[in-house]
């Protein structure tokens, strides 16, 4: 059993390039939360999507936005990139109706 | 919004001791307490958690406490090894919501 997949796992990009990350929920799991964690802090939530719709969105500008398939999987879009969105990117996966959240390895994001 | 607060930032203790990492929030409506353990370079693993209607759960050495009164709630690691050097982070939720992280605690196990 597959648990959380992320992709890429490092990325370089300069500013103002644009970043699609992406994520693949433990099987069974319908609700994919991505999270930014900066070095040495705690990971910060971004938004979380269930049935194809962004259900809850965390403090982060319209710079960031996402999708989710109808296999559950998800994409992290991030434009015009600023050097403080360098940071790790965390997907994780959950099943409906449980609180209980899975991560994936996360997506090292580097912008020079 | 919640905010959670994590204290220490970092602990050492010798092998074999035990660990005590707090941590307290402020929305009330909040009900779901994971831990999550993260390894350098690895991804947050859950370890504990505990849910509003219970006041503590235990799992072989680790061990959380909540006090819903006071809105803190407690990690406690006992008979400490290597294995458990790694960062901390505590968090708190509204069921099915997103998770609201503390700022972590680096745990240290000295041989």
């Known amino acids: 059993d597959a648990g959380v997949t992320q992709s890429p796992t490092h990325l370089i990009k300069t500013r103002g390039q644009q970043v699609t990350l992406r994520c693949s929920p433990k099987s069974g799991h319908d609700t994919v939360s991505w999270y930014q964690q900066a070095l040495g802090q705690g990971p910060q939530f971004i938004f979380q999507?269930?049935?194809?719709?962004?259900?809850q969105r965390g403090n982060f500008p319209d710079r960031f936005s996402g999708h989710q398939f109808p296999n559950y999987s998800s994409e992290l879009n991030v434009n015009a990139l600023l050097l403080g969105d360098s940071a790790l990117y965390l997907c994780?996966?959950?099943?409906?109706?449980?609180?209980?959240?899975?991560f994936g390895p996360g997506t090292r994001l580097l912008v020079l | 919004g919640e905010n959670v607060e994590q204290h220490p930032s970092t602990l050492s203790v010798q092998e074999g001791d035990s660990a005590v990492i707090k941590c307290t929030y402020s929305?009330?409506?909040?009900?779901?307490f994971p831990w999550y353990k993260q390894e350098l370079g690895k991804r947050p693993q859950l370890i504990i958690d505990i849910r509003s209607n219970v006041g503590e759960k235990k799992d072989q050495r680790i061990a959380v406490t909540l006090n819903k009164t006071a809105k803190h709630f407690s990690l406690h690691i006992t008979e400490t090894q290597p294995e458990d050097s790694a960062v901390y982070f505590c968090?708190?939720?509204?069921?099915?919501?997103?998770?609201?992280f503390g700022t972590g605690t680096r745990l240290t196990i000295i041989p």
């Open positions: 929305d009330s409506a909040s009900n779901y």
């Open positions: 999507y269930y049935e194809e719709e962004e259900r």
């Open positions: 968090a708190a939720s509204r069921r099915r919501e997103k998770l609201t």
């Open positions: 994780a996966s959950s099943q409906q109706g449980a609180e209980t959240q899975y």
